[in-house]
Every structure is written in structure tokens, then in C-alpha cells.
């Protein structure tokens, strides 16, 4: 089973940055579909972004043009960029591998809270 560390996350002011960062325990990390899920509270938890093993990637339309997931397969990590950030993005924030021959791995999850 894949182990997933998410770290990065934190307090923000509205409009302010933050880079998400998720480390898997994998050599095989290539073969895998990455993806960002965030959860408000009293809320299911949703798909953010997601990048694919080979590297096509789709967001939610909330986050299209203010959020950018990328992947670094030599370090097993994938990342997400937030830009432009907004109180409607807090949440506490997941990242999920998934691949046609394991089971779905989820980390523990990074709070992030954008508030003044």
C-alpha cells in the first residue's frame, strides 16, 4: 500500500499563496494518477485537481486558472499551487494515488484556513 504525506498547508490572508506538497512511498510513483480532494466542514469531500500518469490534467471549475497541479516523478511528490486565494477554499486538503492495479491510497490531510 502506498503511503501518502501531504504537508504545506496553513493560514493564509485572501489572496495570499500556498504550495501544497504530497510525498509518496514509491518507486513506482510514475505509474500512478495523482489527484487533490479537499474537504470543508459538513461538507463530502471533493476532486480539486487531479494529474494523470501522463501528466493530462483537470480542476474543479472553482479553482480553473487560480490552482495548478504539477508532478515531480524523480522526488514521488506531487504539488498543488494556490493562487489568489479565498475564504471558500478552506478546507482540509487530501491527496489520493490511484492506479489500475492497487487500491486507492489517501494521505491524512493538510489544513488550510484563508482568513483575515
Known amino acids: 500500500q502506498v503511503q501518502l504525506v501531504e504537508s504545506g498547508g496553513g493560514l493564509v490572508q485572501p489572496g495570499g499563496s500556498l504550495r501544497l506538497s504530497c510525498v509518496a512511498s514509491?518507486?513506482?510513483?510514475?505509474?500512478?494518477?495523482m489527484g487533490w480532494y479537499r474537504q470543508a466542514p459538513g461538507k463530502q469531500r471533493d476532486l480539486v485537481a487531479r494529474i494523470t500518469l501522463i501528466n493530462t490534467t483537470n480542476y474543479a471549475d472553482s479553482v480553473k486558472g487560480r490552482f495548478t497541479i504539477s508532478r515531480d516523478n524523480a522526488r514521488s511528490t506531487v504539488y498543488l499551487t494556490m493562487n489568489n486565494l479565498k475564504p471558500e477554499d478552506t478546507a482540509v486538503y487530501y491527496c489520493?494515488?490511484?492506479?489500475?492495479?492497487?487500491?486507492?491510497?489517501w494521505g491524512q490531510g493538510t489544513q488550510v484556513t484563508v482568513s483575515s
Open positions: 514509491t518507486r513506482r510513483f510514475s505509474m500512478f494518477n
Open positions: 489520493k494515488a490511484d492506479s489500475k492495479w492497487t487500491d486507492d491510497a
